[in-house]
């Protein structure tokens, strides 16, 4: 027979079938630990070089995992080297010699992912559900395709916002659901530096757009409301510039707005007069006051009447404090102490103060803007570097924001009014106001507890999350996080997360900018992105929402003219 | 290499057999090379790998040894005269039954003087696309099998057109290290050999 002939029979030719993009098989694990997913090994005969498997895995990548009959979406939590001899590490194939390296990675020594089943897909659901079951042993896993991510994250819409895009999946959207998003208090957390400013403008952005709550955003550092410069001096705009109708800037610091070119709609003062013992309770860790001196502040109140900082601060008319002193109701230490603290309210010190009450109640301003659906970015101009002016400001506002939020909802159950606005709240620096020791008694632990009884709901932005109480942080609804490396700001991120241990070391690995780690009530399950760029695109994308918005209004205000 | 005659079927069994020729050729028979000899009354060929050869004395090698002075006439006639001939040993590795090969031992062996021939380059490519006979040849007792598998991977590898030959090497490389990813110095030699 010659080799002609032979050759036609083509008996065992292997498949030249080009391999399909599975990247492993399950070999184990459990729903609450995780999959164990042993990797391919290479196979250079299809462009796969031994380890290139391993190397373009990434914790916090999509996968997705063929069952049986269910098809389930997993993020990779882990990736580890193994081999079928234990004996390997001992006796490795000489680096020189490529062959013998090239054939053990590509049939001895293989890759092991971890990978968290976060929701399944089976015939009979046309949306993904959350896991309550894990695919059987030997199931392929797939890298998810854009499809798939498509498939877990809808469509953007007016009420899906685009965040950002899957690692290494460019151009493929991940959208945040706003409408949950604002349902709950909701957190931005990393380290200095890493985004967070940028994300919760993002979101902002997103959250004015679609309209589903108005936002009352306490600017500790000028983020928000007008241009903003990153660290290579290239300039963002603001929320006010981007929404030229829908938001407006009200400053503590006019002349500081006015030297950053800022466009300001008005400017709050608070009178000492308004100032109440609640009001400063909140600043006992930052005045150091002790609980004696906070308790003191009641009495004062009570005795003294409306004017009682002005009193206390009154250096020349002493008759009413000397009073209290000589009865003796209040300690001659506390009250000193008191004394002392309370010369931060001098009016030189915050220039927002003012002694008596000022001409406008901007409490009130800000609650019937709100209501009208505007948003408020509340400027701090050089009060933002003193923490005592935002925790004061931030409180006070808040305090009597929330207590009209109460009454209107309350009117409204009674069926004599009108449903309040869903309102978020952000703060910054919130482990200021949410830690363990005040949360249980200040208006923000109430309000992210309360969740969104009363339509108002906390958007804090932190760096330092294991600062904020445990009960709020389990409260949160969605955390974005950015890279966090302390060990006790990781695990309070995740307090109160099922199955978050495998997200830990995702979220260490995050890079330091850009990168955000996405879980909780707006995703449908957790998810690292890429966080979109604060660019023209995203302008144009909220340009075209005003527009378009603002057609819809035109016309149905033509409508109903007509009718 | 085209398919030739080398000897006749001296004794065989389902594991192997041996044939007997005159003396060798520089090129034929040698270890580790492919042969096939017929089975079933010509339905199958039984594929093997020579593992052994053995030139045995007789009565007139050994009178001759001891002679003195010996002209080279007398050697190369006794030598092209053999009153015994050369042994040569086959592992079975397969069979090739109505076209399709099978790495598996044969279900007959071949009969008593029936012809044994070498296995074309073609031959020897189409058997050693799967490499599933090389766990025989790692089973075999009286086989020395490292040596056999390095040289019946590199008669494979030279069967094979130049461009095909790194790929094919890989491949065997990695079913080795499957059979014998328990052993690795084992391993590491054999691949060390396999090596281009």
Not at chain 1, 104 to 112: E, K, L
Not at chain 1, 212 to 229: P, Q
Not at chain 1, 264 to 288: K, R, S, Y
Not at chain 2, 176 to 185: T, V
Request: glycine content about 8%; proline content about 5%; some cysteine.
């Amino acid at each position: 027979m010659t080799d002609s002939e032979l050759d036609k029979f083509g008996i065992f030719k292997k498949s030249d079938a080009p391999r399909d993009n599975s990247i492993g098989i399950v070999i184990g694990g459990s729903l609450s630990k995780g999959l164990d997913v042993r990797l391919d090994f290479g196979d250079v005969e299809h462009g796969v070089p031994a380890g290139k498997i391993i190397e373009d895995m990434a914790v916090g990548k999509y996968v997705v995992i063929g069952g049986k009959s269910k098809k389930f979406f997993a993020i990779v939590t882990d990736i580890s080297l193994d081999s079928n001899n234990p004996d390997l590490p001992k006796a490795p194939p000489d680096p020189d010699d490529t062959f013998t390296a090239d054939v053990y990675g590509s049939s001895i020594a293989f890759g092991r992912l971890q990978v968290s089943p976060m929701l399944l897909m089976d015939e009979e659901s046309k949306e993904p559900r959350p896991v309550k079951t894990i695919p059987a042993h030997f199931s392929k896993v797939y890298e998810a395709t854009p499809q798939d991510v498509n498939l877990v994250f809808g469509q953007e819409d007016a009420s899906h916002w685009h965040i950002g895009s899957p690692l290494d999946m460019e151009g493929v959207k991940v959208n945040l659901d706003l409408k949950r998003f604002v349902e709950r208090s909701s957190g931005v957390f990393g380290k200095s530096g890493t985004g967070k400013s940028f994300i919760t403008r993002t979101i902002l952005a997103g959250i004015i757009k679609a309209q589903s709550a108005v936002n009352l955003i306490f600017d500790m550092h000028n983020d928000y409301g007008w241009a903003v410069r990153d660290e290579h001096g290239r300039e963002y705009k603001g929320l006010r510039q981007l929404f030229t109708s829908g938001v407006q800037v009200i400053t503590l610091d006019p002349e500081t707005s006015r030297h950053r070119g800022s466009k300001v709609d008005g400017t709050l003062q608070i009178g000492l007069d308004q100032i109440e013992p609640e009001d400063v309770e909140m600043l006992a860790g930052v005045f150091g006051l002790s609980d004696v001196q906070v308790g003191a502040l009641y009495y004062l109140r009570r005795k003294l009447g409306k004017q009682w900082i002005a009193q206390l601060l009154d250096e020349h008319d002493t008759a009413a404090v000397d009073e209290l002193e000589e009865a003796e109701k209040v300690q001659k230490g506390t009250l000193r102490a008191i004394q002392r603290k309370f010369e931060m309210f001098r009016p030189d010190r915050m220039g927002f103060i003012r002694n008596g009450m000022p001409p406008d109640d901007m409490v009130d301003y800000i609650f019937n803007a709100l209501n009208r659906g505007t948003n408020i970015v509340l400027e701090f101009g050089v009060y933002g570097n003193t923490l005592a002016a935002y925790v004061l400001v931030a409180n006070f506002l808040t305090r009597r924001i929330h207590a009209k939020y109460v009454d209107k909802k309350n009117k409204a159950a009674g069926q004599v009014g009108e449903e309040p606005k869903p309102l978020v709240i952000t703060i910054e620096e919130a482990h200021k106001f949410l830690d363990p020791d005040i949360a249980q008694h200040t208006i923000f632990g109430n309000i992210a507890r309360e969740l969104r009884k009363y339509n108002v709901t906390l958007l804090i932005v932190d760096q330092r999350p294991s600062g904020i109480d445990d009960e709020v942080m389990s409260q949160i609804g969605t955390r974005v996080t950015c890279l966090l490396d302390n060990e006790a700001d990781i695990k309070a991120v995740f307090s109160g997360v099922s199955g978050a241990g495998q997200l830990r070391e995702v979220l260490a690995r995050l890079d330091t900018q850009q990168q955000a780690l996405i879980l909780g009530h707006a995703v449908p399950m957790p998810v690292v992105v890429k966080t979109r760029d604060y660019d023209e695109k995203l302008y144009e994308a909220v340009v075209d929402s005003v527009g378009t918005s603002r057609k819809h209004a035109e016309r149905k205000k033509a409508i109903d003219g007509e009718e | 290499m085209n398919e030739m005659n080398i000897g006749r079927l001296l004794r065989s069994a389902t594991t192997g057999y041996v044939f007997g020729c005159s003396v060798p050729e520089p090129e034929v028979p040698h270890f580790g090379m492919f042969v096939k000899a017929p089975a079933q009354r010509g339905q199958s060929e039984v594929v093997g790998l020579i593992y052994n050869i053995a030139i045995e004395d007789d009565l007139f090698v050994r009178q001759m040894a001891a002679t003195p002075n010996l002209s080279e006439t007398y050697i190369q006639d006794q030598r092209a005269n053999r009153q015994v001939p050369i042994e040569v040993s086959v592992l079975c590795v397969g069979y090739r039954n109505g076209g399709q090969y099978a790495h598996a031992l044969p279900p007959q062996p071949p009969i008593t003087l029936d012809w044994i021939n070498t296995c074309a380059d073609a031959e020897v490519r189409d058997f050693t696309q799967r490499h599933d006979y090389l766990q025989l040849i790692l089973d075999a007792p009286d086989a020395p099998a490292d040596e056999l598998i390095v040289a019946a991977l590199q008669r494979a590898v030279e069967s094979r057109p130049p461009e095909d030959r790194e790929r094919y090497r890989r491949e065997a490389g990695r079913e080795l290290a499957k059979l014998l990813s328990r052993d690795l110095p084992r391993l590491q030699r054999l691949l060390k050999r396999l090596a281009p």
